[in-house]
Every structure is written in structure tokens, then in C-alpha cells.
């Protein structure tokens, strides 16, 4: 371990721009933009000075700690507010930072008719430096810090525009929802302090080796909840769909290449617990499996072009799931495809902005359509970013997306064969959506409102979208050529560097496979829509039916949670009012009785006072008298 | 003489003084009357005191006479201030302190 002096500024620059933007307020508009993006550079190239430095050391000496000051001192119990930069934790910083920047840039055009574009800045800094708190903490204590602060940013920016009281539930929406998966932490956090005496992730780790594997299976279990809340998967999934009420550069930064994966991150950090819980790790994997079908299927009925796109973040995050869900071989992996989705995710949600931004604000791709044709940035941009995410070689998924597959193919047995078909037919069902997508908006006739005249996006918007359109035809090469993400994780993950001899399919079958399910998706996509009908046609199939209402997940949580927990508070209320008010009021009305009737003794007579006083000395002399006696 | 006579005298007067501070109106008399209960009680001191050889009982009466002294002043100020202000000295018409 290498001590660093720096690490703190990734934090302190962000917090403190955030800080001043917002107290400044309106003194601030004309150039709060400016400098929030500025901060956000220079905490990119902090971040890549960092990278080079530990590039610079090696072993054991990669790892940089910090230690800022002294949080909670009681007793045993000692928690540092102290940073640690590991080859983990540096993938995020340059992901968040180097994403963040590029968005922030975005940002400048897409908000700049917003009178509140200095607030959203303000946002997006506090977002950044609670991201990297969360990425950079060493003990869980300090991740739950940043993973609380991620879940206000996102709060605020969800609902930045709250004077639409939709917009405003979606961000009560999302904060519940993420509360249910906080609530798994907070207790997972507990049950490590009972069983370990530390939070820290080194002391975490070298407890669970020896503790019981029902403890490791609960802490598993309670993180996997924490990480379903915060990357939307299944069952807390329904949040993510809603949040997408925010301006899009926030759907491309929170909602789609950072702070959703932050479950992933969790899980991937608390490896040292789910390989010693298969309990746990076979959670894992289901809920990945069952989120990326989930999501996809979601994800094939949606006409709002960022919710198909949300539903395809949650499907995506459910493969990262399922890998990490598959023991040490499946965390590089997990981080590969993190790392290139969310190069060819959020490259895709600006590429949405940017169509929004020439049509009015418009998000049904029902009314779209031949957009390329004014669009010739966007729509080859938003194409790479779609040849990315199908997994067609040699683009950045096809690095990152196969590997899940073969790792899930390669897990064996019934398991392998159930966990390499969901990924498989997610794969299909993606190439499916994503090529509706394509066809919708970018193809086709023009299906436009008569009052949209789109128009090229401005620089500042379609640089961010290049350069991340770059990414997503790049990443997955460089990250996967000599296997350079693999070993540069290993450290940390602990990878064994087995070897998958006996399989009973090469991993080029495998890949071979996935293109031709990709190529049934993207060829039933293209027959299907053709023709495309400007109002969503009503007479579909019953599934066509769930998907476009989410699977009936919402409904499933206001009946089974919503309205039974509405009818308790209201029992409740009730029972407060009736029995503990009734006590008291029972209570008051007895004193007030007996109290009106003792005071008519009180009649101001002062001789009546005397005999009262004559007569009960005569009784207590009486009484006296009888006891001696 | 018998020592208990002057029992039965200190209990007749302090009867004859609660009596009257019960059934007076004037309040005058009503607070000789108490006066007379202190006192009844100062005797009931003094023959103790002579009973059982020591002293204390008689230091015990110059208290009392002490006390009461302090207590005439400030009753009759009180007294007085009520009967100018009422035109009235029964106390049974002082009665506001009442509910």
C-alpha cells in the first residue's frame, strides 16, 4: 500500500464547486456552467495522473490509501474517512470523471435555454464527487456515505424539473425505491460490524474467511438487496423507468453509465463474501438472469425512446449482475462490460437528447422517423453506440457481452445450460429492441409533428457524443487485448486463472451462436416495422400488453406493498386516535370529574377552613390515641 | 397542688379559643381567640417543663410569645387594611379565595 496525499482533492474539488454553485445562486449563472465542467476536467485529468501513477508501482505498492481524518472513534470501534485507490476503484474514477466530463460538456447546449442550467450543475458536481466517494471509500461505512449522496444527486435530478408534478413523483419514486435497496446495506454493513468488529474492506475480508457461512450468506444476500435498489434490478427495478423525468444528460450519466452500476461495484468489492457464500452467488445470478430478461422483454414495447433505453440500462446491468454472480472468473468481466456499456449507453441516451433537442422535446418514436437524414452526426454516433450494444464484432460489446455468455455457458452443468440460454436469448431479444429503435427514429418516413423542424445538435453536444461513440468501437478491444482488464483486476478479485478445458462448446461456437441470435433479432425487428403506425396500435398481443406496462411490476407493488401499507398507516392512524388518545383522554376526563367535585370543598370561609383543620387534628389525635391503646 | 389542674386549664382554654375562632364572625375576636389557643399551649409548655425538672419548656413558651407578638402585628396590619377597604371585619365577607 502506497500512501497518497491527493486522492482526496478527486472528492474535495467537485464537493466544493457544488457547494459554492448553489450558495452563490443567481451571482453565479453566467458562469457556474463553465467552472462545474472545469472541475469536472480537472478531476479527470487528476484521475489519469493517478492511473499513470500506479502504472508506476508495483504489486503490492499499486493500491494508494489515504487517510482524510479521523471519523468515529469509540471504543474498538475505529472508522477512518480514508480513501483507497485500487485497481478497482481507478476504473470507476476514470469512468465517472472522463463520462462525467464529457456530459457536463453535453450539458452547456442541452440546458442552455434552462434558467436553472447553474442548479443542474450544481447537481451534477455533487453527483460526481458522491460517485467517487462511493468508488473510493475503503470500508463500507464510507461507501454507504457516497452511496446515500449518488442516491440525493439523483434524487434532486430526477426531479431538477419538479415543477411538473409527474416529474416530481418519479423522484420520490426512485428515492423510496433506492431506500428498500439502502436499507440492505445499512443491514449488511450491521451484520459485517457484529460479525468482524471492522467495516473495512480489508478487515471484512480477512474475517469472512473464517466466519459462518450463514452470516456470509445473510451479508450476501442483504448487499444483493442494496445493489438490486441502486441498479434497478429485480425486484426494485421500477424506479428506473420513471427516473428517466430527468433532463437526458442525467439519464446518460446516472441513470445509464454510472450510478446504476454502482451495485455491480458493491458486488464486485464484497468478493471475498460472495465466493464464500454459493447461497449468495446463486442469488446473484438469478436475480441478474431474471432482470436482463425482464428488461429486454420491457424493453421491446416501449415507444418512449428513453424508457426503451432504460430498459435496455437494466437489462445490461442484469448481465454485469449475473457475471458477477459467477465467482472469481466473472468480475473482470462484469467490470469490462460496465466500462464499454457505459461508453455505448451513454453515448446512446445523448444521442436521444440530441434527437429530442431537434424535435421539440419529443420522446415518442411513433412520431420520429428518417432522422438521419438531418441528423447525419447523431444517427452515426447512436449507430455505433447500437452496433456496440448488439455485440457485433469488432465493436466494444462483443468483447465485453460475449465473455458474460461463455462465463455463464461455462458455469456447468443444468445451471450453465438455464444461465447461458437467458443470456443468449437476452442478447436476441436485444438486438431486437435496440434495431426498433434504430428503425423508429433513424429510418423509415418521416413521421413528424407538424411543428418540428430538426436540426443538427451544436458542437459541444456532438463532441461528447463522438468521443464516447469512439468508445464504445475501441474499449472493448483495448480492455480485452491480453486480456489487459483481467490482470489488471486480479488483485483484486482474486482471479485463479482457471482453465476451461473440458466444454463441451469452444467459445467460438458460443460467439457464433450469439451473432446468429443477434441476426434473428435484428432481422425479425426490420421485417416487423416496416410500416410503422404513428399511434401505437391497440390491438396487440397480451404480451406486447405487460411489456408496455413494465410487466406489471407497478401494479404488482401497489397491491402487494402500496395499498396494504397505505391501509396499515391508516390502521395505525387510526389505532392512535382511538385506543392510545382514548387512554388519555379517559384519563383527563376522570381528573376533571372528581377534580369539579372536590373543589366545592374550597368555599373561602376561613371558619370552615378552622373546623376542617379542628376536626381532622381531633381525628389524627383519635387515631393516635387508638394505636397506643 | 395537683399538677394535672393545670392540664385541665390549658385544654379548657385552648377548647374555648378553638371554639371561638370556629363560631366568631368578627375577625377581631376570632384572632383573640387564637391568642388564646397559643397561650392555652404556653401553659401546657410551662407545666411540662416544671414536670420533668428542666427547662425546655419554658424557652419553648418564649418562642411562642415571640412568634405571636410578630403574628399580631401583621394580622392586625392585615386586619385593618380589610376593614378600611370593606368597611367590614367579618370574615366570613372576606371570602374571594374561593374555586
Known sequence: MTTSTSLVYLIALPLFSAGLLLLLGRIADKWG????????????????????????????????????????????????????????????VLLISGVGTLIHIYSIAYMSHDRDRRRFFAYLNLFIAAMLLLVLGDSYLNLYVGWEGVG???????????????????AKKAFVANRVGDVGLSLAIMIAFTQFGTV???????GASGASAGALTAIGAMLLLAAAGKSAQFPLQSWLGDAMAGPTPVSALIHAATMVTAGVYLITRSNFIFD??????????????????????????????KKAL???TMSQIGYMILATGLGPVGYAFAIMHLI???????????????VMHGMNDEVNMRRYGAIRKVMPITAATFGLGYLAILGVPPFAGFYSKDKIIETAFYAGGVEGILLGGATLLGAGITAFYMTRVMVLTFAGTKRWDENAHPHESPFLMWAPMAVLAV????????????????NWLEPVVNESHEHHSEHFLPPLAISAMALVVVAIGVAFAILKYRTVPVVAPENVTGFTKAARKDLYQDSFNEAVFMRPGQKLTAGLVKTDYKVIDGLVRVVGWVIQISASSIRNIQSGYVRSYALIMVLGVLALVAAVWMVTL | MDIANYIYLSALLFTIGAIGVVVRRNAIVVFMCVELMLNAANLAFVTFSRVHGNLSGQVAS?????VAACEVVVGLAIIVTIYRSRRSASVDDASLLKR
Open chain 1, 33 to 92: 456552467h463553465i467552472f462545474a465542467t472545469l472541475v469536472s476536467a480537472s478531476v479527470f485529468v487528476i484521475g489519469v495522473m493517478e492511473f499513470f501513477a500506479m502504472q508506476g508501482r508495483e504489486g503490492e505498492a499499486r493500491a494508494a490509501t489515504q487517510k482524510v481524518f479521523e471519523w468515529i472513534s469509540v471504543g474498538t470501534f475505529q472508522v477512518d474517512a480514508s480513501l483507497l485507490l485500487d485497481q478497482l476503484s481507478i476504473c470507476f
Open chain 1, 152 to 170: 440525493l444527486a439523483s434524487y434532486l435530478l430526477i426531479g431538477f424539473w419538479n415543477q411538473k408534478p409527474a416529474y416530481a413523483t418519479a
Open chain 1, 200 to 206: 473495512t474492506f480489508a478487515g471484512v475480508k480477512e
Open chain 1, 276 to 305: 464464500a457464500s454459493p447461497t449468495a452467488q446463486l442469488m446473484v445470478v438469478i436475480v441478474g438472469a431474471i432482470t436482463l430478461l425482464f428488461g429486454a422483454l420491457i424493453g421491446t414495447a416501449k415507444d418512449d425512446i
Open chain 1, 310 to 312: 432504460a430498459a435496455s
Open chain 1, 340 to 354: 464499454t456499456h457505459g461508453f455505448f449507453k451513454a453515448g446512446m441516451f445523448l444521442g436521444a437528447g440530441s
Open chain 1, 471 to 486: 468508445g464504445s468501437v475501441a474499449s472493448g478491444f483495448l480492455l480485452n487485448s491480453g486480456n489487459a482488464l483481467v
Open chain 2, 62 to 66: 418564649f418562642f411562642t410569645m415571640v
